[in-house]
């Protein structure tokens, strides 16, 4: 990790920006999305109660590619089609809108709170500004110190009096337990109190819940958040992606009509042109015509980086098979020499991506909710904080990691991207408080 | 005696093909009536749950709809569609069922009225006279309680003429609950307040954007505490209660609340 300033890059700037919470704005799904969503998607699920039909099969009755022929993408050639994204570019724009904040604001300007959208992926970008500005980190209390009033780990802040500091994750400073908002409690009314500039980042979901509980949002200025991705943004981003390994080119495509998902890659256009020519080929290839998937994609993810990308990478699809890791390799090798590659993905309507399963309980609902309120939970403490036994509740997080709507890292469970948007919208059917985002 | 000859006439005029007419409109009417059954319940199941309510309630009205239909196309194919026949075959009807089914009648008209005013509903948490449970049906001379001990209760819609009904939820997902905690008078009220608050705000049935209250009263035998809270789903009203009162319990016994000792006063007494 660099110590240097942030270097703003054009591109990345305009991609990427950090607007106050009441200029966010999510993507809208396309009009016809919301009609399919309530009508169709109705029929669907009659037509899957009847028959165990999914409904999609006939939805693409001529592909222009056959759906036999295709596989899972080569885990090469999908890391260089979707390469995992550096958020680090993201620190520039947060250090523009924090300067701006500090500079203009209010007197309660020297806090300032950081929402960031669940699995959005951005909870590092934080962390490395804090680096790049040498401003202190306070680590959060481990859970049981939560339960014991957290004196250490609120002491740096009582000590020292005129450093700056940033508390990346301020969910970790509480549990939802009757002996866990105390030391939060204790940390908001330092914070309040005290002169120097401190940037705290927050997770959505417990933004919510803290402001319902403590009221956080009347104490302090308006946070920021990275605004969402919308269709125009999410197609340039995922299509720098797709080239910045510099490795192959790549061109996606719909498996239903062949049209482009993605606008063809600017090293597509014949170099042998005159300047003028090859302008007006990358306009028209920009123009050129586009599926909605993108569109969809967008607002399904609701605008969420880690979200989208989580999902475009599981859609992606190849007339190469996909082999083992020894194979794998030879693959990548024998590919080495052919440049250009073609992507395939269904068309977003066709797309089947992980659901919750058929029948929910509390245990469900509750296990979800608190690990999108808390970030991450090690099941000991999940089992602490809902009135369910260990064992049920491993069977839970099994069965839900089974499809693929949660993860285990390091011991710790957390929802994943790919299964974040059923899952939100399965805790919006079931009417329990949800993010804004 | 006319009326009567005449009613006689137009049974005495139905032939075979009436009565295959007929049979087709009951068959009919019987199969759209089970359709509705099964598929609005399915419909209600698979929608947003804010939508459960408005569905839910249409089964009876429907239900009521398609007999009347089916009841009016069989007194026309009876009579040939004439006024005159129509006024004698519903006179010498009303006459009859009337007498003999009175009281159904009147829960069946109660019923209609229950449909218009909604008292209750599909999903609603009700007491009318002893019977306290979640309204499962409404149909169009009964409701259908099941109470917390898994009864089912009937309950002709004519009570509503005689009896109150208290509604705890009205069409709304949440209703309020209570905890009760009754604690020895010597104790910081402040505090316990503030832990009885906290005890609601982080209990995973809460439903946030509802209020959280504590009340409290003095009594001769030590303080009550009510806690009042909206679970989110209301048929998790009794395990909320129970989450409230676990939670409350332990909370209380860490900052070293004794209970109140009413049960010896009562024993004590009696």
């Not at chain 1, 390799?329 to 395939?344: F, G, I, N």
């Not at chain 1, 797309?351 to 469900?364: S, V, Y």
């Not at chain 1, 709507?405 to 949800?434: C, D, H, T």
């Not at chain 2, 009841?71 to 006024?87: C, D, M």
Request: proline share 6%; with cysteine; net charge neutral.
């Amino acid at each position: 990790m660099s110590d240097a300033q942030p270097q703003p890059d054009r591109n990345t700037v305009e991609l990427w920006k950090y607007v106050s919470l009441d200029q966010y704005v999510r993507p809208k799904s396309p009009a016809g999305e919301a009609v399919r969503k309530g009508f169709l998607g109705l029929w669907d699920k009659l037509q899957k109660g009847l028959t165990g039909n999914d409904g999609n099969d006939g939805s693409v009755d001529h592909p222009y590619v056959d759906q036999a022929l295709l596989h899972s993408v080569p885990q090469q050639l999908l890391d260089d089609a979707a390469p995992e994204p550096n958020w680090n570019d993201l620190t520039v724009a947060l250090d523009e809108a924090l300067e701006e904040r500090f500079l203009n604001g209010s007197p309660a300007s020297h806090v300032q709170f950081v929402v960031l959208p669940s699995c959005s992926g951005t909870d590092g970008v934080l962390l490395h500004w804090s680096l790049i500005k040498k401003w202190q980190i306070i680590t959060p209390p481990d859970p049981a110190e939560i339960f014991h009033g957290g004196q250490e780990s609120l002491a740096p802040l009582r000590i020292s009096s005129s450093e700056n500091f940033v508390i990346p994750h301020l969910e970790r400073w509480y549990m939802r337990h009757h002996d866990g908002l105390t030391v939060i409690r204790k940390l908001i009314a330092l914070l309040a109190a005290r002169a120097p500039r401190c940037v705290i980042g927050v997770n959505s979901w417990s933004w919510a819940y803290l402001n319902k509980v403590l009221n956080l949002g009347t104490y302090f200025q308006t946070p920021l958040i990275l605004q969402a991705l919308d269709q125009q943004r999410l197609t340039t981003w995922l299509k720098g992606l797709a080239g910045r390994t510099g490795r192959k080119i790549f061109v996606f495509r719909q498996t239903d009509n062949g049209n482009l998902v993605l606008p063809l890659p600017s090293s597509l256009i014949q170099p042998d042109t005159n300047e003028s020519a090859q302008q007006q080929m990358l306009e028209d290839s920009v123009s050129a015509k586009t599926t909605k998937f993108t569109w969809h994609l967008a607002s399904y993810a609701r605008g969420i980086p880690l979200v989208a990308w989580a999902i475009w990478r599981y859609c992606l699809r190849s007339t190469q098979p996909a082999f083992t890791a020894d194979e794998d390799d030879k693959l990548a090798k024998a590919l080495r020499s052919d440049d250009e590659h073609t992507v395939w993905l269904k068309p977003w309507s066709a797309t089947e991506l992980p659901a919750m399963p058929g029948k929910t309980n509390n245990i469900h609902i509750f296990t979800l909710h608190n690990l999108l309120l808390h970030g991450q939970l090690e099941i000991e403490w999940l089992a602490h904080l809902l009135p369910f036994s260990t064992a049920d509740l491993l069977t839970t997080l099994k069965q839900l990691a089974s499809l693929q709507l949660i993860e285990l890292e390091k011991g710790m469970w957390r929802v994943a991207p790919l299964g974040y948007p059923s899952i939100r919208n399965f805790l919006q059917r079931e009417g329990y408080l949800l993010d804004s985002f | 005696m006319n009326a009567d000859k005449s009613v006689l006439q137009i049974f005495k005029d139905v032939g075979m093909i009436e009565l295959m007419q007929i049979l087709a409109v009951v068959l009919m009417a019987w199969m759209i009536i089970q359709v509705v059954k099964r598929f609005l319940p399915w419909v209600a199941q698979v929608s947003p749950s804010r939508f459960r309510f408005h569905i839910l309630p249409l089964i009876p009205i429907l239900r009521l709809l398609i007999l009347i239909a089916a009841v009016v196309l069989i007194v026309f194919i009876l009579t040939g569609a004439t006024f005159q026949k129509i006024a004698a075959v519903a006179g010498a009807l009303a006459f009859a069922v009337g007498f003999a089914f009175k009281g159904y009648i009147t829960s069946l008209a109660a019923g209609v009225i229950a449909i218009y005013e909604h008292p209750y509903r599909p999903g609603d948490w009700v007491k009318i006279n002893d019977a306290y449970g979640e309204v499962k049906s409404v149909e169009t001379r009964a409701l259908h309680l099941v109470t917390p001990d898994d009864t089912m209760v009937t309950i002709p819609h004519n009570k509503i003429w005689e009896s109150s009904v208290y509604n705890a939820n009205d069409g709304q997902r949440e209703l309020m609950c209570v905890a009760h905690f009754y604690l020895h008078p010597e104790h910081d009220a402040k505090s316990v307040r503030h832990k009885l608050e906290d005890v609601a705000l982080t209990s995973p049935y809460l439903q946030l954007e509802r209020p959280v209250v504590v009340v409290l009263k003095e009594e001769p035998w030590g303080t009550h505490y009510q806690l009042k809270a909206y679970p989110v789903d209301s048929r998790d009203q009794f395990q909320f209660i129970s989450d409230l009162t676990v939670r409350g319990k332990d909370a209380l016994g860490k900052m070293g609340i004794a209970p109140a000792a009413v049960v010896l006063a009562a024993v004590n007494s009696g």
